[in-house]
C-alpha cells in the first residue's frame, strides 16, 4: 500500500514538473521595437542611411548616362571637322549630352591655336566634368566612416545607462535592471556598421564608374587630338 502511494506520488510530481509542462510562448521583437530600443543615436543613422541611398541613386543615374557611348560620335566629328564645317560639329557636341562630348566642344572651340592650348583647355574640362560626376561623393564617404562612430557612440551610452542602473538597484540588481542599456549598446552597433557598409559599398560602386568614365574621356581626348593632327583628305 505504502509502495503505491510513492508511485503515485512520483507520478503527480513528474507530471507537474517543468520539463513536462508545455515551453512558454517566447515574445517576437519587431524591427520596429528593435531600432526603438536603440535610442535616439538610430535618428541620425536613419538620416544617414536616407542620405546615402538617394545620393547612390541620383549618382548612379547620372554616372550611367555620361557612361553611354555613340559609337559613331567621333566619326561624324572627323568628317565635319576635315570638311570645315566647325558649326555642325559643334551643334553635333551639344546635341550629345556626354562629359566626352563637351571636352571635344571645348577642343573644336579652340581649333587654330597650338595644339599645347587645344589641349589644355580640353583637360581642364574634363577635371570640371569629373568633379561634377563626383558630387555628393565625399557624403558617401564621410558615412561610411561616421556610421560606426556613431553605433558605438550608442554601445558607449548603452553600457553608461546600464552600469547606472546595476549601480542604484544595489543588492537587488538584476538582468532586467540593465537589460535596457544592453539593447541600446547593441542595436545602435549593428545600425551604425549595416549604415557604413551601405555607403561604402556604393561609394565604391560610384568611384569604380567614374573611373570608367575617366578612361572613357581620355581616350576621346587622345581620338581629338589625333584627329587635328589628320591631314584632310
Not at 510562448?25 to 546615402?52: H, Y
Not at 560639329?89 to 571645348?106: E, H, N, V
Not at 583647355?121 to 561634377?132: I, M, P, W
Not at 547593441?186 to 560610384?206: E, K, Q, R
Amino acid at each position: 500500500m505504502i509502495q503505491t502511494e510513492v508511485y503515485a506520488v512520483a507520478a503527480d510530481t513528474l507530471a507537474g514538473s517543468p520539463a513536462s509542462m508545455p515551453a512558454a510562448p517566447v515574445a517576437e521583437m519587431s524591427l520596429w521595437q528593435l531600432c526603438l530600443e536603440g535610442g535616439w543615436i538610430m535618428i541620425p543613422l536613419a538620416l544617414l542611411l536616407i542620405l546615402s541611398i538617394y545620393v547612390f541613386i541620383e549618382r548612379a543615374l547620372v554616372i550611367g548616362k555620361a557612361a553611354k557611348v555613340d559609337a559613331y560620335f567621333m566619326e561624324r566629328i572627323r568628317d565635319y571637322i576635315h570638311d570645315g564645317e566647325i558649326e555642325s560639329a559643334l551643334k553635333l557636341c551639344k546635341r550629345t549630352p556626354t562629359p566626352y562630348a563637351r571636352l571635344i566642344s571645348k577642343g573644336i572651340s579652340r581649333i587654330g591655336r597650338p595644339t599645347a592650348d587645344v589641349l589644355v583647355a580640353v583637360e581642364n574640362t574634363g577635371t570640371l566634368e569629373l568633379a561634377a560626376l563626383g558630387k555628393g561623393l565625399p557624403w558617401l564617404a564621410t558615412t561610411a566612416a561616421g556610421a560606426p562612430m556613431l553605433g558605438f557612440l550608442g554601445t558607449v551610452v548603452g553600457m553608461v545607462q546600464a552600469f547606472y542602473a546595476i549601480a542604484n538597484s544595489g543588492n537587488a540588481a538584476s538582468i532586467g535592471s540593465f537589460a535596457g542599456g544592453i539593447y541600446t549598446a547593441l542595436t545602435t552597433t549593428v545600425a551604425g556598421l549595416i549604415v557604413g557598409i551601405v555607403a561604402m559599398f556604393g561609394y565604391n560602386f560610384l568611384v569604380a564608374r567614374i573611373n570608367k568614365v575617366t578612361n572613357l574621356m581620355e581616350a576621346k581626348t587622345m581620338e581629338f587630338m589625333d584627329l587635328l593632327n589628320e591631314p584632310a583628305n
